[in-house]
C-alpha cells in the first residue's frame, strides 16, 4: 500500500473552507512583511536552481522529472495526494515543506495526518532556501483545475499577493540592508571607541586601528588622534614623512611600470603638458620631463610637496616642472587644459583612500578632450582563498597562546579587510573574476560605490582543493595605455599584457612576479566555508560603500551563495 493509499481524507474535501484560504493568505503575508520570505514576484521557474528530491538529494530538471521519481523510488505521488486532498497553493506549499522538515529531521512524514502541516503557518516558509519546486507549483494543476473556478480564483489572490506586496518586499528588503549596514557601522565605531578609552587608560598607542594599515605606510600613527575629527587632516598629514614616500619608490613593480611606460613611448610626451595629481617625492612628473614634456605642474597637499621641490631643483628640472601646494579640488593651475594627467593614485582594495576622486576631478576640469589619462584603466578582481598556514597564523593564533585562549581577540579579524600577500598556491582557482572596471577616461566619481555581481570558481581536482573556503581574495590589475581609443581584451591578465607598441600592465594578485605595496585584500568568512560536492563556482555580489564618518574609508559589503548556505558580511577599512 502506497503512502497516498495509506491516508483516508476524512475533514479534508475537494476545495479548503474559504476561511482557511484567507488565513494561509493572512499568514502568507504576515511572514512577507516580517522578512521572511521572499516576494512571490521572485518564485520564477528562471530560477539556476534545480529541483531536489523531497526525499534524498538526487537533484532533476525539473519537477515533474521529481515527481515522477518520487512515484518509482519513494511510492510517493504527489499529484494524487494533492488532489485527494483538494489542496490550494498554500497547502501544496505546506505540504512540500512538512515532508523536507521530516526528512531532515529522520521523522517519517505522517501524510494521514494532513492537520499537521495544513494548519502550522511555519510551513509556509521554505524549509530549504531556493527550493525550486516552490518556483513553479502555481503551474503543475491539471487542465481540468485550470478551468475550475475555484482554482481560477486562488491563482487570482495569490496574483493579487504578488502584485500588492511584491514591491513593498523589495522596498523593505533594501531598507533593512541599510539598517544591517548602518548597525555595522554603529559596531564598529563602539569598538573604536572602547579601544580608544583603554588604551588612554593604559597610556599605550591606540590599536583601534584596521588590520589594514593607512595606505602605504609602514608607521603612520602619526597624526591619528586628528582623524575622527578631519580625515583629511589625517590623511594628508600621513604622506608629510618618508617612510610612506620611501616604501612607494621601494615597491619595484609600480615604480618601474610607470618609468617604462613614459620612457618607452617618449614621442606621447613629446613637447606636452602634464599634470601630476598627488604628485608625493615627484618621481612621475621628473620621469615625464624626462621624456621630453613641454610643461609639467605637480600637485601634493601635503608637506611633501616642499621636499619635491628641492628634488625638482637639485636635478635640474626647475624649469619644466612647477610644484604647487593644495588640493586640485581648489587651486587654480596657468593653463586651461593639460595633455596627460599622470598619478600614482591607488589605495588599498584599489578604493581606499578615495582618491581617485580627486584624480576624476582633475580629469573634468584639466584634461583635454582628446587627452590621456596615466594609467587609462584599472580592473578589480576576486578568487576564493584557502590558505590553512595565514589562517593558523592570523586566527587560530588566539586558540592557545601559552597555553591560554584568547578569543577575544578575533571578532575584529572577521570585520576588517585583511591586507597581506598571497601565494597562487592560497587561491583555489587559477582564473580569477573581474568584477568591476574602471575606465579613467570615462568613470564618473558615483562610479566607485558600487554593487558588482561576482562569480568565483571552484577548483575540480581533489588534490588541489580540499573543499574548504576561508574567504575571498580582492585585488587590482593597472593598465597603460598609448591611446585612450586603445580596447585592452576583456580576457587580458595585467601580469602579461605587452601587446608591443608600448602599452604595459601590472598586476597587485597573487600572480605578479613580485609583491607589491598594495598586497592582496582577504575577506574572512566568520566560519570556512564548506563547499557543496561537485559545486563549480560560488555566485553574489560584492558592494563598495565610502564610510559616512570618514569618506576616504571604505566598507566592503559582500553577499555569497554556496548551494544551500549564504553568507553576508561587511568588512572596513580605516
Known amino acids: 500500500m502506497s503512502a497516498v493509499d495509506a491516508y483516508r481524507p476524512v475533514s479534508v474535501g475537494t476545495n479548503l473552507p474559504a476561511d482557511q484560504v484567507e488565513s494561509d493568505i493572512e ?37 515533474d522529472a521529481v515527481w515522477e521519481h518520487c512515484v518509482i523510488d519513494h511510492d510517493f505521488d504527489f499529484n494524487k495526494l494533492r488532489r485527494g486532498l483538494g489542496l490550494d497553493f498554500f497547502g501544496k506549499v505546506k505540504l512540500i515543506n512538512y515532508i523536507r522538515a521530516q526528512v531532515k529531521a529522520g521523522i517519517q512524514p505522517e501524510l494521514n495526518r494532513p492537520e499537521l502541516f495544513l494548519e502550522n503557518s511555519q510551513y509556509l516558509k521554505p524549509t530549504m532556501q531556493d527550493d525550486a519546486l516552490l518556483f513553479g507549483i502555481q503551474d503543475d494543476d491539471s487542465e481540468e483545475e ?38 555595522d557601522e554603529y559596531k564598529d565605531i563602539v569598538r573604536t571607541v572602547l579601544n580608544r578609552d583603554f588604551d588612554s587608560d593604559t597610556g599605550s598607542e591606540s590599536s ?28 594628508f598629514e600621513s604622506y608629510a614623512y618618508n617612510d610612506i614616500h620611501e616604501t612607494m619608490l621601494k615597491d619595484t613593480i609600480r615604480t618601474d611600470s610607470y618609468r617604462d611606460f613614459i620612457y618607452d613611448n617618449k614621442d606621447v610626451f613629446k613637447d606636452k603638458v602634464v599634470l601630476d595629481v598627488g604628485c608625493g617625492t615627484g618621481i612621475l612628473s621628473m620621469f615625464a620631463a624626462k621624456a621630453g614634456a613641454k610643461k609639467v605642474y605637480a600637485v601634493d597637499n601635503s608637506d611633501i610637496i616642499e621636499k619635491a621641490i628641492v628634488n625638482v631643483h637639485e636635478n635640474g628640472l626647475e624649469k619644466i616642472i612647477q610644484c604647487y601646494r593644495g588640493k586640485i579640488e581648489e587651486i587654480r593651475l596657468p593653463v586651461d587644459k593639460v595633455d596627460i594627467i599622470v598619478s600614482e593614485w591607488m589605495g588599498y582594495a584599489l578604493l581606499y583612500e578615495a582618491m581617485l576622486d580627486s584624480v576624476l576631478v582633475a580629469r573634468d576640469k584639466y584634461l583635454a578632450p582628446d587627452g590621456l589619462m596615466v594609467p587609462s584603466e584599472v580592473r578589480l578582481l576576486v578568487a576564493g582563498l584557502r590558505d590553512a598556514e595565514f589562517m593558523n597564523d592570523k586566527v587560530n593564533f ?20 585583511l591586507i597581506e ?12 573574476y573581474t568584477f568591476r572596471t574602471l575606465p579613467l577616461h570615462d568613470v564618473t566619481v558615483s562610479d566607485l560605490e558600487f554593487a558588482s555581481p561576482i562569480r568565483v570558481p571552484i577548483a575540480n581536482q581533489a588534490n588541489t582543493f580540499d573543499g574548504i573556503l576561508d574567504g575571498l581574495v580582492i585585488y587590482f590589475d593597472n593598465y597603460f595605455t598609448r591611446s585612450r581609443d586603445e580596447v585592452i581584451p576583456q580576457h587580458a591578465r595585467a601580469e602579461t599584457f605587452k601587446p608591443g607598441n608600448g602599452s604595459l600592465g601590472f598586476t597587485t594578485g597573487p600572480w605578479g612576479p613580485r609583491y607589491t605595496h598594495w598586497r592582496s585584500a582577504a575577506l574572512l568568512f566568520k566560519k570556512p566555508l564548506q563547499v557543496p560536492a561537485g559545486l563549480e563556482e560560488l555566485t553574489g555580489n560584492i558592494t563598495y560603500q565610502k564610510r559616512k564618518e570618514n569618506p576616504r574609508e571604505l566598507i566592503i559589503g559582500l553577499e555569497l551563495v554556496a548551494g544551500d548556505r549564504k553568507i553576508i558580511q561587511s568588512y572596513f577599512m580605516r
Not at 583601534?208 to 590623511?235: F, I, L, M, T
Not at 600577500?421 to 580569477?432: A, D, L
Request: charged share 35%.
Open 146 to 183: 485550470e478551468d475550475d473556478p475555484d482554482a481560477i480564483y486562488e491563482k487570482e489572490q495569490l496574483a493579487e499577493v504578488a502584485r500588492e506586496y511584491g514591491d513593498k518586499v523589495k522596498v523593505l528588503q533594501s531598507q533593512l540592508k541599510d539598517l544591517q549596514l548602518q548597525f
Open 208 to 235: 583601534s586601528r584596521s588590520s589594514s594599515p593607512a595606505r602605504r605606510s609602514g608607521s603612520s600613527s602619526k597624526g591619528k588622534s586628528k582623524q575622527s575629527a578631519n580625515g583629511d587632516d589625517h590623511y
Open 398 to 417: 588566539w586558540n592557545d597562546m601559552y597555553g591560554f585562549k584568547m578569543s577575544a581577540m578575533k571578532p575584529r579579524i572577521y570585520d576588517d579587510v
Open 27 to 63: 499568514d502568507f503575508e504576515d511572514l512577507i512583511r516580517d522578512n521572511e520570505l521572499e516576494s512571490v514576484s521572485d518564485w520564477t521557474a528562471d530560477d539556476e536552481t534545480r529541483p531536489v528530491c523531497l526525499f534524498c538529494d538526487i537533484t532533476f530538471d525539473n519537477a
Open 421 to 432: 600577500n598571497f601565494k597562487p598556491s592560497s587561491i583555489v582557482h587559477p582564473e580569477p
